[in-house]
């Protein structure tokens, strides 16, 4: 299944990845990775139901389980999105005795920066004419602008 997810720059993010057991079957593992280039996957995080997690060193501090509990629910925490953030991921469940499951997501990381507006002055009165405005501004996706008078 793939799914998109949104994230704020400088925010945190959940990247869900749920798995409803049958019974007597058990998430042993979960294993998050991260598409890059060409198609190489990069692991971010391994969750475990005996031995607990291991995160990446490119991700320390940065990525921790949502929920403790039973690995149904493997969905992580990425704290302070970045720009480098954006791009496919990757969950894969191990269980008992069912076998191996995977889902997909692609993370979005949107950069709200402010605009600014360039040659405003204080002095301005109702009803002047002549002015020159400039609108500055960045951000992912790039903004778009709309002037009303």
């Known amino acids: 299944m793939e799914r998109s997810v949104t994230a704020v720059l400088g925010q945190d993010v959940v990247l869900p990845c749920r798995y409803r057991?049958?019974?007597?079957?058990?998430?042993?593992?979960?294993?998050?990775?991260?598409?890059?280039?060409?198609?190489?996957?990069?692991?971010?995080?391994?969750?475990?139901?005996?031995?607990?997690?291991?995160?990446?060193?490119?991700?320390?501090?940065?990525?921790l389980r949502q929920t403790d509990g039973a690995l149904e629910d493997g969905a992580i925490v990425l704290r302070n999105a970045v720009q480098g953030d954006e791009g496919d991921y990757e969950c894969h469940l191990i269980t008992f005795p069912m076998g191996s499951f995977e889902g997909h997501l692609t993370l979005k990381v949107l950069d709200l920066s402010d605009a600014s507006v360039l040659g405003h002055t204080e002095e301005w009165q109702e009803g002047m004419e002549g002015a020159t405005l400039t609108c500055l501004g960045d951000g992912n996706p790039p903004p778009s602008y709309n002037w009303t008078r």
């Open 21 to 63: 057991a049958q019974e007597r079957e058990q998430v042993e593992q979960v294993t998050w990775l991260k598409r890059g280039p060409g198609g190489h996957s990069a692991e971010v995080a391994v969750l475990h139901r005996q031995h607990g997690q291991h995160v990446q060193e490119a991700y320390a501090g940065r990525v």
